[in-house]
């Protein structure tokens, strides 16, 4: 089985299960990569000091890098930067993508910081159950998710059965 959904087809699902905040503008897809402007002040949970120097500076510059399946483990990388004002700013965006991320069961999905990005590893055996349950006709039946791409098109490659 194979989805594909277009990148705005994505946003529109993601920011319905509350998955991306409003804060996410401008969100453009290439060749395995998605770039957005992120507004932090307007994020949830940001401290006040945090949220009114990020007011003043405008919205940071977000691309989530798809680095491919490695195993049964899929990694994308995230690298915030401000135009302006020059710093690492993946502590921060890790903190928020883990945040996030405990929506999800455990084991699913983890995040860590490397080298100035934010990187999120999907486990492809905890992802494929939760893939069967969001398709009706598959909620019967074990669902192996084989590969996963980002970019201007979000494609899930499965196979059921």
């Known amino acids: 089985m194979e989805l594909t959904l277009g990148l705005d087809e994505a946003l529109t699902l993601a920011r319905a299960a509350d998955a991306i905040p409003s804060a996410v503008t401008d969100v453009r897809g290439g060749d395995r990569l998605v770039q957005a402007q992120v507004k932090v002040h307007e994020l949830p949970g ?5 949220r009114m120097a990020t007011r003043l500076a405008g919205p940071v510059d977000v691309r989530v890098e798809d680095r491919g399946v490695t195993g049964r483990t899929w990694s994308v990388a995230i690298v915030a930067s401000h135009p302006v004002l020059r710093m ?3 502590g921060f965006v890790t903190d928020a993508v883990r945040g996030q991320l405990v929506k999800l069961p455990p084991g699913v999905a983890t995040v860590h910081t490397q080298e100035g990005a934010t990187v999120v590893e999907v486990d492809l055996d905890r992802l494929g ?10 909620r019967a039946l074990p669902v192996r998710v084989d590969d996963l791409t980002l970019g201007d098109r979000l494609r899930l490659t499965a196979t059921v059965g």
């Open 46 to 50: 940001v401290p006040g000091a945090v």
């Open 88 to 90: 690492d700013l993946s």
């Open 129 to 138: 159950p939760l893939v069967g349950e969001a398709l009706p006709a598959a």
